[in-house]
């Protein structure tokens, strides 16, 4: 009786778990491409073809829903960046294969949804800062030590001064005052020219070999 209970409690609750992962895929989808700010829930509703009220059936209110995203994209982009160290040949190579994740991200991604995330939703902004701050940077400082470590980087390199450099100089292109103007440069070209510059500039001469290396492949 007991598991028959079971049974029909997870069939009652696979339909709504399904529609709740639906509305943050939607959700999601819509701001990246738009902005946060230009998508409101009606337009959400409108694009899953249900109602407003569906919606609050399983979040408060959009803030709820920003914040849910925003964790979803963040446990996405954690696994993105082992599977980056995963594929990489060195530490030299493991900032070009990041580099081609950060190019796919933004060919997807509106620049505006990190201002509208600063704004608009703070709550969600801090989970992005805090991972930023904690495991990018920590991230990027252990590819510094194993770069000194293998001879690819200077040793004289102080590893958490130009951690935090490298950090400030991929996020700079999702703001808003910074960013190019659309036409003039796109943010691929200016994230490949910010990245080439940072590895001449940390790299030995062994270092660089493997830069041109990749470069040319």
Known sequence: METLVTIKVSLVLLPNMEMQERIAVKAQELFLRYGIRSISMDEIASQ???????????????DALVELVVENMLADNEGACFNTRSLSENPVHEIFVALGLLQNILKVTNPAIVYD????????HQK???????????????????????????????????ARFRLMSVFMTFHPDLTPSVGKHSLTAVTEEITT?????ITTPKGQKLIQKYQNR
């Not at 899953?48 to 959009?62: E, H, M, N, V």
């Not at 995330?117 to 969600?124: F, M, R």
């Not at 040793?155 to 958490?160: H, I, M, R, V």
Request: glycine letters at 4%; proline letters at 2%; charged letters at 25%.
């Open 117 to 124: 995330l600063q704004k608009y939703h703070p709550a969600a």
């Open 197 to 201: 510059l940072f590895l001449y500039g």
């Open 48 to 62: 899953l073809g249900i109602s407003k009220k569906t919606i609050y059936q399983f979040y408060a209110d959009k």
């Open 128 to 162: 992005l800062t805090d991972h930023y701050n904690k495991f990018l940077l920590k991230l990027i400082a252990e590819n510094l030590e194993e770069g000194k470590k293998q001879q690819l980087y200077r040793q004289e390199l102080d590893t958490d001064i130009i």
